[in-house]
């Protein structure tokens, strides 16, 4: 196996000429570079990523945490980020909380004790205070999907708040005055926001917030079409439903589909996310547009400036969007 001492020997350089083409310096002559890469060629040189990180105090890696691996939100949140990493020729190391605070806890451990040279992070379980105190330890970390106010600065976040109450007023604006609402898990910040923007749209347009038109689901599959049952059972008078993800739209439209109910007609239904699915149902479900792939890309980009010392001043606040199809109604 080639060694460094022999590359520079080929290449009629120093060892630390070749060691600083390795780690990816900006200051080598580029002539100097050719005859480096050439030589490495010509030997078949694979340098040693253990030796590179020693030399470089950098690993290559950045290290994210993300809820879960069965869901189509963290699929495309991964892809995005990694796209960014590996333009870098960096690698994006994947780890899940799973909903439990011990393992997002055990999960941030693993990634530190791998040195990653930069932290993405989706957490619903850890506190705020964690979290500033995580930025503390280690400041090349981003926290996506979340505000956390003292380390706005750290934050890619959608306005969920808002979200909800666009759906809610979409409904509104259509001549629904009974509306429910189908939530994701009240443990998650974003199903409490959604949930609020619901209530808000209700009361700006003078209409009474009705619990009994409330009911919990999740946003992943298990368990949302039992839920949409009791809600359809204990308050059949609703015309519309914000559902708060598109997953929970779909199992009102198996529910619905079992109940001989038109949705677009008889029930109205608008979800929150714009998963690739929503425009292939029928009818096409309108829906909140969650810009996964930009919140991804901002994130992995602010990161990678903050580890290169380079300025990167994205909006750290994205805008929900409505995407209107053919799941609502107007109601005359």
Request: proline share 4%; hydrophobic share 40%.
């Amino acid at each position: 196996m080639a060694t460094i001492k022999e590359v520079s020997e080929l290449a009629k350089v120093s060892t630390a000429t070749v060691s600083r083409v390795l780690n990816g310096h900006a200051y080598v002559k580029e002539e100097n570079k050719r005859r480096v890469f050439e030589a490495m060629e010509m030997l078949n040189f694979q340098p040693n990523a253990s030796a590179q990180a020693l030399a470089s105090n950098k690993t290559n890696s950045i290290g994210m945490l993300v809820g879960s691996f069965d869901s189509p939100f963290y699929g495309p949140l991964m892809h995005h980020v990694e796209e960014q990493v590996r333009e870098k020729n960096m690698h994006l190391i994947v780890t899940s909380g799973q909903e439990s605070l011990k393992k997002e806890q055990d999960s941030i451990e693993f990634l530190l004790a791998k040195q990653v040279d930069g932290l993405v992070l989706h957490s619903d379980k850890l506190s705020d205070d964690t979290l500033i105190s995580l930025l503390l330890r280690h400041p090349n970390t981003m926290i996506v999907n979340r505000l956390v106010p003292e380390i706005a600065e750290s934050c890619i976040y959608i306005n969920n708040e808002q979200g909800g109450m666009i759906a809610t007023q979409f409904l509104i604006e259509n001549g629904h005055t009974e509306i429910a609402c189908i939530s994701g898990q009240m443990s998650k910040v974003d199903s409490r926001d959604r949930l609020q923007g619901y209530r808000n749209a209700l009361g700006v347009a003078g209409l009474p917030y009705n619990p009994m038109y409330v009911i919990e689901g999740r946003f992943d599959h298990q368990g949302n079409h039992d839920a949409v049952r009791r809600l359809l059972d204990r308050a059949p008078q609703i015309t519309a439903v914000f559902c708060q993800n598109d997953n929970i739209a779909l199992a009102v439209y198996d529910v619905c589909a079992e109940r001989g109910i038109t949705i677009g007609k008889e029930l109205s239904v608008i979800g929150f996310d714009n998963d690739s699915h929503s425009q292939h149902v029928r009818p096409r479900l309108t829906t909140i547009d969650y810009p996964v792939h930009r919140i991804g890309e901002v994130a992995a980009k602010a990161l990678l400036a903050r580890i290169e010392n380079r300025k990167y001043s994205p909006s750290n606040s994205l805008v929900p969007e409505l995407v209107e199809r053919d799941s609502v109604c107007k109601l005359s």
